[in-house]
């Protein structure tokens, strides 16, 4: 992150700025576009696209940008950047293949929007940051075979927790240490809560109830520790995260950790809740070397076995520029799957639920998110959170009970099914093993 700001610079100065386009301008999408278009030197957001035209108007003119226009073309849209403006669109898929566009920031939230704009991106050889989670974490793995073929990055962002834990988690590997857990810390975690309960706060902050939901409901970090792991190969000690609720300062956390039952998982993700710092993440790592367990001590991170790392803020869209710098400049994903899916999250009721039935999404009445192990997943068909919406109940299903598969009817022609089931089969275990020969 350190040599991004000289970086830009140096692109600012040869007048050669990386150009962006943002899909989705909502809450954390007009965020972004203010911090790029006013705090960026070498950067610049050329187009925004929106399903609904006047909030993509509404992120440039929160910004201060006034001469943008109106673009229905491939071809409007490509003049537009060439002759150095700004465009908006309702049409997503323009960003998507127009030249002058270095690098695409998806901001949409959506699962099955969110893996037709990102397969077009790739295949126009375009630089994708997701800031979308529950895209990441229900077809991730597939996404990034299908990116590394084209040679383009996708990559989560910086800022978000994820992205943070895994800049955390990059600098103690750096000096020499090897974490065991990667943690994220809440103030509240109530599965049952919905976009009734939380109308007020998202009413407050301007925020799109579904998605405080998703937050409080733990769906929102159940995703968001699923792709941790999936960057990390760490595993969930148990459904759902240990999901330890403590007081005091996370550095008193390390000896309620069984250590070698984090070794022998290679590590795990979880989270804790009203934990100081908050909010923040954390890093909890052992090291081998009784002489540099010394200066450990020395420098008062304590006498182990583990040793307290945290960062205490996430500063989302602020951060969000760094990670399209990254990508573009350096070909540096900030989070991105290593193989595989390790860690799932799976769709489970939150209330009673009845044959007939067509889920609704997530952040809304019906389920809540909670990671699971992928081997499990796979083993017992359970159904990921990031497919359940619309989903057709072929029985009932008791509240807090995880929903299968075979529980299900899926709805005809998602591109998102069909990613999954490639991913499942390109990432089988009989594939692996053929591969090792």
Same mark, same amino acid.
């Given at each position: 992150m350190i040599i991004v700001d000289q970086a830009l610079k140096a692109?600012?100065?040869?007048?050669?700025?990386?150009?962006v386009g943002m899909i989705g301008a909502g809450f954390m999408g007009r965020g972004i576009a203010n911090q790029i278009i006013n705090s960026v030197p070498g950067m610049e957001l050329v187009a925004i696209a929106n399903r609904h035209i006047d909030t993509a108007k509404k992120a440039y003119l929160e910004a201060g940008i006034e001469n943008f226009q109106t673009v229905s073309s491939v071809v409007d849209l490509e003049d537009a950047i060439a002759q150095g403006g700004y465009a908006v669109?309702?049409?997503?898929?323009?960003?998507?293949?127009a030249e002058g566009i270095d690098a695409i920031i998806e901001v949409t939230g959506t699962i099955e929007y969110a893996a037709h704009l990102v397969m077009r991106a790739i295949a126009h050889q375009k630089h994708i940051i997701l800031m979308n989670a529950e895209? $990441?974490?229900?077809?991730?793995?597939?996404?990034?075979?299908?990116? $590394?073929?084209?040679?383009?990055?996708?990559t989560a962002c910086d800022g978000d927790q994820p992205g943070v834990e895994m800049n955390l988690y990059r600098f103690v590997k750096s000096i020499g240490l090897t974490p065991l857990l990667c943690g994220n810390i809440k103030g509240l975690q109530d599965p049952y809560r919905n976009p009734t309960t939380q109308a007020g706060f998202a009413q407050?902050?301007?925020q799109n109830p579904a998605m405080v939901t998703s937050f409080a409901d733990g769906t929102k970090?159940?995703?968001?520790?699923?792709i941790v792991a999936n960057g990390t190969g760490m595993k969930v000690a148990k459904r759902g995260m240990l999901g330890y609720e403590y007081t005091g300062h996370v550095d008193e956390m390390t000896k309620m950790y069984d250590i070698d039952q984090l070794k022998e998982l290679g590590g795990i993700v979880d989270y804790v809740v009203g934990t100081k710092p908050s909010p923040g993440v954390f890093v909890f790592a052992t090291h081998e070397d009784p002489k540099q367990r010394h200066y450990l001590n020395l420098y008062k991170l304590g006498e182990g076995p583990l040793y307290s790392f945290y960062t205490p803020y996430h500063l989302c869209h602020f951060e969000?520029?760094?990670s399209v710098a990254r990508a573009v400049l350096f070909h540096d994903a900030v989070l991105a799957p290593l193989a595989g899916p390790v860690v799932d999250v799976v769709a489970t009721a939150k209330i009673d639920l009845k044959a007939g039935e067509t889920l609704d999404g997530i952040g809304y009445y019906m389920t809540y998110g909670q990671c699971e192990n992928s081997e499990i997943v796979q083993r017992e068909n359970l159904l990921p959170m990031g497919i359940a919406e619309g989903c057709r109940l072929k029985r009932d299903i008791q509240k807090d009970q995880v929903i299968s598969y075979d $529980?299900?009817?899926l709805p005809e022609g998602r591109l998102c099914d069909r990613l999954r089931a490639e991913q499942?089969?390109?990432?089988?275990?009989?594939k692996t093993l053929a591969g090792v020969k």
């Open positions: 692109r600012a100065e040869l007048g050669k700025p990386v150009k669109t309702e049409d997503a898929m323009l960003l998507c293949a895209l $990441d974490g229900t077809i991730g793995p597939i996404l990034k075979v299908h990116a $590394d073929r084209a040679g383009v990055i996708l407050r902050w301007g970090i159940s995703f968001e520790q699923a969000v520029p760094l $529980d299900v009817e499942t089969a390109y990432f089988a275990p009989a």
